[in-house]
């Protein structure tokens, strides 16, 4: 939390209202901002979608292609998260190497997916250690109003759901080559991240930038469509305890049903 | 929605095999590997310590609190902890590069978040305190040996603290829920949830997990890491207890006034605030 006047004011204002029951923007504890998911809207990438929740906006596109297989997996495909905090998403943010938010919010993400196994990576190796196919998830923050995580997790999931990718063939010869079909990307499950801010002895949901910004942490809680959990990530400087922690997962097992009914299953 | 919900949990069921279960390297599922720590190892660094946690030897120095180079990182109110995991080329199979990936990155990050609640910070406005963790020989649970040794050698450097940060994980192995998962453990697992814990204060400062667990089974998993964690404080206070020459009698008498490592005024005074 920065402690300049302006946040510590910002702060103060911030838990009075939640000391009320209620949010700046008049919405309960728990509850999200209006979700827009739109997919496969852009021609050149094998999948994509845009997630609107609130004013924050991000895209995410699916390229696959070819590639070569990790060395303890030869026969695995590989799946890549990356993200992008694009300079016109925030008046702070600049050009440049990205930073440890940035990289952060892939790898929870990636996380999300791939420990939930959400691909068969054997289905996706071609040539035992040489020639896979390789899927980047490629996330794309177009205006930063908080809760990046989860607005990028849904659009990850929504675009995976509906990405087609170029189907190559195989030769005896363990030879690769195109073919003009495409396939659609078969996924074993839904993970749908959720996460819990913590600001001061209150827990919101879908934060603001301005309740991100005065949050004393955070934990992400991914559940699949079974209620399995498959990623958790705390951050902040600030403990939970173990009940808070149970707390937290409860409501993420709730809100990622609701979210799941809502978003994932209208399309 | 709920019958959907019943129905996923009984798919993952545990404990259905009949087959005695046994673990790679013979413990028991709540046991922890070998755990031992050493302070004051780096005689430049303001504290130090090093770990052997199984085959993880780790080693953690703190310099500071210290002037913030580059200066616009400092804040002009209160200091910064900066913490930087890094892995030597050698301690893996194969070979990495000794250049920082976004793993090592966001391992940081973490460990910044899991130390930072035991730290005093408002105390060093404009200053950094440095840790610098080094990982020799990595063995599994890295990240969990180097916030001890991180711990410790804060300790080590003099930095007054609410608590000390003790860390360990849990997991699923073959549907048991086990403790301290070793490197083989880790890649041939179904989930890996590692914790830390300040053991006085009751509260989690690192929480991770990747892997698929029912809700019940997170639960459980973060509770048998805790207990781990408990384990692990008391090696860690013994560490520091031998450099810093307090036997039991006159640890008995010093904590009459004061407890030891300036550990209970600290924490007194936040309880004042």
Not at chain 1, 231 to 252: M, R, S, Y
Request: proline share 5%.
């Amino acid at each position: 939390m920065s402690n300049n006047i302006v946040s510590r004011l910002k702060r103060k204002k911030i838990e009075e209202v939640l000391e009320a029951g209620t949010r700046m923007d008049g919405r309960g504890l728990n509850d999200f901002r209006e979700i827009e998911v739109r997919t496969n809207f852009l021609e050149k990438s094998e999948g994509s979608a845009e997630v609107r929740m609130g004013k924050t906006h991000v895209i995410v596109g699916v390229k696959a292609g070819l590639g070569t297989p990790f060395d303890d997996t030869p026969d695995e495909g590989v799946l890549m998260c990356n993200a992008e905090y694009t300079p016109v998403a925030h008046q702070t943010w600049e050009p440049g190497p990205p930073p440890h938010g940035a990289i952060e919010l892939a790898r929870v993400v990636d996380r999300g997916l791939r420990s939930a196994e959400i691909l068969n990576m054997e289905d996706l190796g071609l040539v035992s250690g040489e020639k896979v196919y390789i899927v980047f998830v490629d996330l794309y923050v177009l205006n930063w109003d908080g809760n990046l995580i989860d607005a990028c997790g849904l659009g990850a999931l929504a675009a995976l759901k509906g990405a087609e990718i170029p189907v190559f063939k195989v030769s005896k010869k363990n030879e690769v080559s195109e073919t003009d079909k495409t396939q659609k990307l078969e996924l074993r499950c839904e993970p749908i991240p959720i996460t819990i801010y913590k600001i001061g002895k209150h827990f919101i949901l879908d934060a603001t930038a301005d309740e991100e910004e005065v949050a004393d942490g955070r934990l992400t809680v991914t559940l699949d469509e079974n209620n399995n959990v498959t990623t958790l990530q705390k951050a902040g400087p600030v403990g939970f305890t173990v009940d808070e922690i149970k707390k937290c997962i409860n409501i993420a097992e709730e809100k990622a049903a609701e979210i799941r009914s809502q978003s994932v299953a209208s399309e | 929605m709920s019958k959907s919900k019943a129905k996923g949990k009984t798919k993952t069921k545990r404990k259905s095999r009949k087959k005695k279960f046994e673990r790679v390297d013979g413990r028991k599922a709540d046991e922890l590997r070998p755990v031992k720590i050493e302070t004051g190892v780096i005689p430049n660094a303001d504290g130090s310590a090093y770990i052997e946690m199984g085959r993880n030897k780790i080693i953690a120095g703190v310099y500071g609190p210290r002037e913030m180079h580059p200066k616009r990182l400092s804040k002009p109110h209160r200091g910064v902890l900066r913490v930087r995991y890094h892995m030597a080329p050698f301690s893996v199979d194969p070979r990495r590069s000794p250049a920082p990936s976004r793993r090592d990155t966001e391992i940081g990050m973490v460990m910044t978040d899991a130390l930072e609640p035991a730290l005093f910070l408002e105390r060093y406005p404009r200053s950094v305190i440095d840790v610098y963790v080094e990982i020799i020989q990595a063995d599994g649970g890295t990240r969990c040996a180097s916030v001890n040794a991180a711990a410790v050698a804060l300790v080590d450097a003099g930095i007054p603290m609410k608590d000390l940060v003790a860390s360990c994980a849990a997991g699923k192995m073959e549907d048991h829920i086990v403790l301290d998962l070793g490197d083989y453990e880790d890649k041939k697992g179904q989930a890996d949830v590692p914790v830390a814990y300040m053991p006085k204060l009751e509260e989690v400062t690192l929480l991770q997990m990747d892997g698929i667990l029912t809700t019940d089974e997170t639960v459980e998993a973060v509770e048998l890491a805790i207990e781990g964690c408990k384990q692990v404080y008391e090696v860690q206070r013994e560490a520091l207890k031998k450099k810093y020459g307090m036997d039991e009698e006159d640890a008995a008498e010093d904590a009459e006034e004061t407890e030891e490592l300036g550990e209970e005024p600290a924490e007194s005074e936040e309880e004042d605030k």
